[in-house]
């Protein structure tokens, strides 16, 4: 009977996964400012192992070379080390504990946390502006909140300079990856 409940579990968490997965791939066809996610299939923690503490913080960008004219995304459970540089843009939710950092190279406009809710009708709606930058130009910002697994709350939105709206909503979508390892990445040319 054991036996039987737990391959149940397992079947029931395995199908768990692959449901997220799909759901993120949908996301990705469907919108067209919705970014393509890249995993890097380096194991990170031998990558982890052949690092001294000190050099986490110069070889943490190693993962994944930055381009210009991108906004980068990705989400930490621990302080990311960009919180150190005093031209990190720092902004924290009323609920913390876990990072978003958004590295921009090169120059976005209208930058927005939004919050997010419900209408009459179960619809999710936008709440309020958060936080607003009319110009962000090569900086990182970070983030001060958490990733409900569920339905998120608060999203990022810009434009980049031909006035191309992006968003990305901030929610749980890498549950089973190393948080080093994944970004985000938006063009901001096409």
């Known amino acids: 009977?054991?036996?039987?409940?737990?391959?149940?579990?397992?079947?029931?968490?395995?199908?768990?996964?692959?449901n997220n997965n799909e759901q993120l791939e949908n996301e990705v066809t469907d919108d067209p400012t919705i970014a393509e996610v890249i995993v890097n299939d380096e194991d990170p923690i031998e990558k982890q192992n052949d690092l001294k503490t000190n050099d986490v913080a110069?070889?943490?960008?190693?993962?994944?070379?930055?381009?210009d004219e991108h906004v980068y995304i990705r989400p930490h459970y621990s302080e990311p080390d960009a919180l150190k540089d005093p031209n990190t843009i720092v902004w924290e939710s009323s609920v913390s504990g876990e990072f978003i950092e958004i590295v921009v190279k090169g120059k976005i406009i209208n930058f927005e946390i939004v919050s997010l809710g419900f209408d009459e009708k179960s619809n999710l709606i936008e709440n309020d502006i958060l936080f607003k930058s009319p110009m962000i130009v090569e900086r990182t910002i970070i983030m001060s909140t958490i990733q409900p697994e569920g339905i998120p709350f608060e999203k990022v939105r810009w434009e980049n300079e031909e006035g191309k709206v992006y968003e990305h909503l901030i929610q749980e979508y890498y549950t089973m990856l190393d948080d080093a390892e994944l970004w985000t990445i938006y063009s901001l040319v096409e």
Not at 1 to 18: E, K, Y
Not at 58 to 67: G, K, L, S
Request: glycine share 8%; net charge negative; hydrophobic share 50%.
């Open 58 to 67: 110069e070889n943490e960008e190693n993962f994944i070379t930055f381009e």
């Open 1 to 18: 009977m054991i036996r039987i409940l737990m391959i149940g579990i397992m079947i029931i968490t395995l199908s768990g996964c692959t």
